[in-house]
């Protein structure tokens, strides 16, 4: 369950990054 936790962290992040990229 944990690296679920953090692999969603890490797609918002990601998902974040890309929006203000953009």
């Known amino acids: 369950m944990l ?3 953090a ?3 890490v797609f ?3 998902w974040f ?3 203000f990229y953009l």
Request: aromatic share 8%.
């Open 3 to 5: 690296w679920i936790k």
């Open 7 to 9: 692999l969603h962290i």
């Open 12 to 14: 918002v992040a990601s």
């Open 17 to 19: 990054a890309g929006l």
